[in-house]
């Protein structure tokens, strides 16, 4: 082990030149102009990965090609697969940019540049500690296989049946990723789950065209009122939703991860004041803000519409209103049957004399690495070597399909270290990475490789 870190320490620039140039192309997937630059990105990955001595291919999906590379020369060792992404956001609004989004600059500890943290600078960590373990014994400690792709921000519409049709080709024992932030800075970070999302728009109708309130109001349902009454309906007074068999497949956080979460250092107020002033806590009944904002399904209303909305009075029974409904699911609640008790609650509960329509946004489920998994206690073991803290487990509460899906095509865990900082303005101007937690992360991969081969 003392080799590969002399050599990660003493080839710590010319790694962050990848880093560098990979940075530097502006493989934005979601815009049309930049195919070719997306496409150079992929290419670039393919080459750094036969350069360090992996086998490499770049591999067709039907949209933005990927790379496939893989090292399998230890036949008694189990085998890993490296998930990450090249591909990277648009800049948005570049008069926000203190610098070209597409030339990497080093301020201090930082590199700035976009993709740094998501995810180039992330998933060259891995080829980092591969190269130093080929450079300094010849070998990995385990089998390793690397899938690279450039569509993650465009939601990966090509990934799960490329998985799908290349089972064989990308079998493991657990999925290493490395596309999530730390918890705090300098705060070594395991994510081991995210919520699933089921997402309605719900909409009523009643008369023709709005009525005067004071010729029919009183007589008839009111939309605004029926879309109010529903919506409020959907908790009770401690907090809980109310869809029909909402909690029935709950799986629980264990006592040993709630007391996790609650062990880490966490000022409620300070969080609370970051959101608004005089924000107080609100939620399910019996659990804690961490809990109730990571491992606990909610619902919420994202908005509310109908009838009269400009400044000034206007006396109308409106025609229609609606609102828009999100619902964050948690292990092992399935979206598509939350989706179906969401609609039968909702048909049961709205009065008759006005038509009801409701239209779905999108699903996904919920995922949770187990805690007691071998591979996650590699992971926090790695993470305590290279930082000399305990990691933090927590789950993120928005939603990474993929995660799910390798789970279903490959039956394989995904292990979440992150090591993005949480000021590192991910899809946002000026995105950095802080250079000694992408070093300590090389580390951390690096111990990973060894401790999985046991
Ligand atoms: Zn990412």
Redesign the pocket.
Known sequence: MEQVLSHLKAQRDAHLKWTRDLCAIPSISTKQEHRADVAKSVQFTHELCEKIGLKSRVMETGGHPLVYAEWTGAPNAPTFLAYG?VDVQPTGDLSLWNADPFEPIVKGDWLICRGSA??KGQVLLYLRAAEAWLKTHGKLPVNMKFLIEAE??IGSPNLAPFVSKHRDMLAAEAVLIS?TGMYKDGYPTLTIGTRGLVYKEVLVSGPTVDLHSGTHGGVIPNPTNVIARLVASLHDADGKVTVKDFYKNVVDASAEERKRLAELPFNEREYLDSLGPNTMPAGEKGWTTQERRSCRPTLDCNGIFGGFMQPGANTIIPAKAGAKISMRLVPNQNAEKIAAAFDETIRERCPKGVKLEIHSHGSADAYVTPIDSPVLKAAERALQDAYGQKPALIREGGSLPILPMFQRELGAPSILLGFASPHCN?HGPNEKAFIPDLDRGAETIARLFQLLAK
């Open positions: 992404h998501d995810d993650e921000e596309d991910a």
